[in-house]
């Protein structure tokens, strides 16, 4: 089992930036594909970037070109950066592992203001 830890979230304006970070413990991060997902008040978690081993990479279409995922195999830590933040970024955004099935960060929010 894998123990994930978000950290990053907080207050921002309008077309500002954030980078989350996502620390995972185990010597098996390389091969996990990860992702990160997104939990507005009154709505669905939903799937904002995902990376995999070889490091290809897809995003949901309302953050691409603003949102970037990447990972460091070494620090065993996946990143989002965030720029261009709109107020419809505002939730909580969840780190998630893909080992067959997911795991989860305890989330961090993220709350952009206008």
């Known amino acids: 089992q894998v123990q994930l830890v978000e950290s990053g979230g907080g207050l921002v304006q309008a077309g500002g930036s954030l980078r989350l970070s996502c620390a995972a413990s185990?010597?098996?991060?390389?091969?996990?594909?990860m992702g990160w997902y997104r939990q507005a008040p009154g709505k669905e978690r939903e799937l904002v970037a995902r990376?995999?081993?070889?490091?290809?990479?897809n995003y949901a279409d309302s953050v691409k070109g603003r949102f970037t995922i990447s990972r460091d195999n070494a620090k065993n830590t996946v990143y989002l950066q965030m720029n261009s933040l709109k107020p419809e970024d505002t939730a909580v955004y969840y780190c998630a592992a893909d080992i067959m099935q997911l795991y989860w960060g305890q989330g961090t929010q993220v709350i952009v203001s206008s």
């Open positions: 185990g010597s098996m991060f390389s091969i996990y594909a």
């Open positions: 990376i995999n081993s070889g490091g290809s990479t």
